[in-house]
């Protein structure tokens, strides 16, 4: 199987094993999307989306498949890779327990976005 250490991204060429190391994945990158757990394709996911540099991820439902134990890994993961990335992150969730990760959270009802909840 071909190892693939660079992706390109316009006109910059990113190196993914940093980040594959960051998110603890670096050990399964030659496998197959099926060859991983839920949680293990989410932090692959995680550094997929920071290799090309984006200044804005939008996440929805990171924690969906998840245990509880795993819910909250991938959103600390996802929080500290956001902050040392310099990447602002929205995400969009129903688990109510990752909220204390987050910076800033805004509740929507029927439809309408309310005013920023405070972080419990």
Same mark, same amino acid.
């Given at each position: 199987m071909k190892q693939i250490n660079r992706l390109a991204g316009g006109t910059k060429a990113f190196d993914p094993m940093p980040l594959l190391e960051s998110v603890g994945m670096a050990h399964r990158a030659s496998n197959r999307p099926g060859q991983l757990s839920g949680g293990e394709r989410?932090?692959?996911?995680?550094? !997929?989306?920071?290799?090309?540099?984006?200044?804005? %991820?939008?996440?929805?439902? +990171?924690?969906?498949?998840?245990?509880?134990?795993r819910s909250r890994e991938v959103v600390e993961l996802l929080a500290r890779q956001s902050h040392d990335h310099g990447v602002a992150t929205v995400?969009?969730?129903?688990?109510?327990?990752?909220?204390?990760?987050?910076? !800033?959270?805004?509740?929507?009802?029927?439809?309408? %976005?309310?005013?920023?909840? +405070?972080?419990?």
């Open positions: 989410q932090r692959v996911g995680i550094a !997929r989306a920071l290799v090309t540099g984006a200044k804005l %991820l939008l996440v929805d439902e +990171p924690t969906a498949s998840l245990d509880r134990a995400m969009v969730t129903h688990d109510h327990d990752v909220l204390g990760y987050c910076d !800033r959270v805004a509740e929507m009802v029927d439809g309408r %976005l309310g005013a920023p909840a +405070p972080i419990r």
